[in-house]
């Protein structure tokens, strides 16, 4: 099989914190995750691309030090906001890459749901 | 850049007839192709996907889809619809050979009438 899950699944916080998303492959390994935004009644954003050991590559219009992505581990990504605001409201879905024969296939996670009060 | 057109922001229909979904996609060679459905709150479930081969595609909850390269489409089709269909789809395409970076269509909100 291919889980991902990711946690928490709902979380509301104040104007001004912090929030850690976690995005976990948890029965395969996954060097590279993608995480996604989506805005109400909205398609899925691609908002960057998490890299076990390196950097994350961000979307044209993400603001890196915005949405702090982290990948230390095969198995592990996570999608910090920083200094949230309530326009950084919306639901983050990741993604984890997973080679299957000869190609890659992605699987979703379940989604979180922030909401910054 | 590639990009994935779904016509019909909502569609509704009455249990038991038929559904068609459409998708056009804008790439300068085919794709890989797929369909999600997402529940309200919830994240993606992969209904089906193309890759190569046969242009019609088996998928989970009694789904199909065909690719058509003339009409760059890959619309999704069920012949009965059940109330639990009611949802989100997403039509999605990925390069060929650029990691499975997916990129989605508008999305299409099926309603389905008792």
């Known amino acids: 099989g291919a889980v991902v899950s990711q946690h928490p699944s709902r979380v509301i916080c104040k104007s001004g914190t912090s929030v850690k998303i976690e995005c976990r492959s948890l029965?395969?390994?996954?060097?590279?995750m993608f995480w996604y935004r989506q805005f109400p009644k909205k398609s899925l954003m691609l908002m960057a691309t998490?890299?076990?050991?390196?950097?994350?590559?961000?979307e044209q219009g993400v603001e890196k030090d915005k949405f702090l992505i982290n990948h230390a581990s095969l198995t592990l990504s996570t999608l910090t906001v920083t200094s949230a605001h309530p326009e950084d409201s919306s639901f983050y879905i990741c993604?984890?890459?997973?080679?299957?024969?000869?190609?890659?296939?992605?699987?979703f996670g379940q989604g979180t749901r922030l909401t910054v009060v | 850049a590639q990009s994935v057109t779904q016509p019909d922001i909502h569609i509704t229909v009455s249990e038991g007839a038929s559904l068609e979904l459409r998708c056009n996609y804008s790439?300068?060679?085919?794709?890989?192709l797929f369909w999600y459905v997402q529940s309200p709150g919830q994240g993606l479930q992969l209904l089906l996907k193309?890759?190569?081969?046969?242009?019609l595609v088996q998928g989970i909850k009694g789904f199909e889809a065909e690719f058509k390269r003339s009409q760059s489409s890959f619309n999704l089709r069920k012949p009965s619809v059940h109330w639990s269909d009611a949802a989100e789809y997403f039509c999605?395409?990925?390069?060929?050979?650029?990691?499975?970076?997916?990129?989605f269509g508008g999305g299409t909100r099926l309603m389905v009438k008792p």
């Open positions: 993604s984890a890459r997973k080679r299957i024969q000869d190609r890659e296939e992605a699987f």
């Open positions: 029965d395969f390994q996954a060097t590279t």
């Open positions: 998490s890299n076990e050991g390196s950097k994350a590559t961000y």
């Open positions: 790439y300068g060679a085919t794709p890989y």
């Open positions: 193309y890759f190569s081969g046969d242009t």
């Open positions: 999605a395409v990925a390069k060929r050979n650029a990691g499975n970076m997916l990129t």
